[in-house]
């Protein structure tokens, strides 16, 4: 009996170690690969519109989208949207934006 659970043991660490590893090398080679080519700059939140919405239990909640503007590396000013859920972003607050320099029109921030 000792032996089977020992074996189970055994199974379940080599299991272990396999996703571990399987998962750390999927991270870095998907999911990091397209924001190491990425640019940083800093942007301003230049308008804020709110929308109300009602849920299918008759519940209403807000929810903002934020337009921001930034520089690139070319000096050329670009804008984005993106749309903050319920939390309320005052114009002219500054947040990073990341955009890829061949295109900045191709641009995000993380909120």
Do not use: C, W
Request: zero cysteines; hydrophobic letters at 30%.
């Amino acid at each position: 009996m000792g032996f089977i659970v020992l074996i189970v043991i055994i199974i379940i660490v080599i299991v272990l170690l396999f996703n571990a590893n399987s998962h750390s090398s999927y991270q870095s080679s998907h999911v990091n690969y397209p924001r190491q080519r990425e640019k940083q700059a800093i942007g301003k939140v230049t308008s804020l519109n709110s929308t109300t919405r009602t849920d299918q239990y008759g519940v209403s909640y807000i929810t903002y989208t934020i337009t921001y503007d930034f520089k690139a590396e070319d000096e050329k000013t670009y804008a984005g949207r993106k749309s903050v859920g319920s939390r309320r972003l005052a114009v002219g607050t500054s947040l990073t934006v990341y955009y890829y320099p061949t295109n900045p029109n191709h641009n995000r921030i993380n909120y």
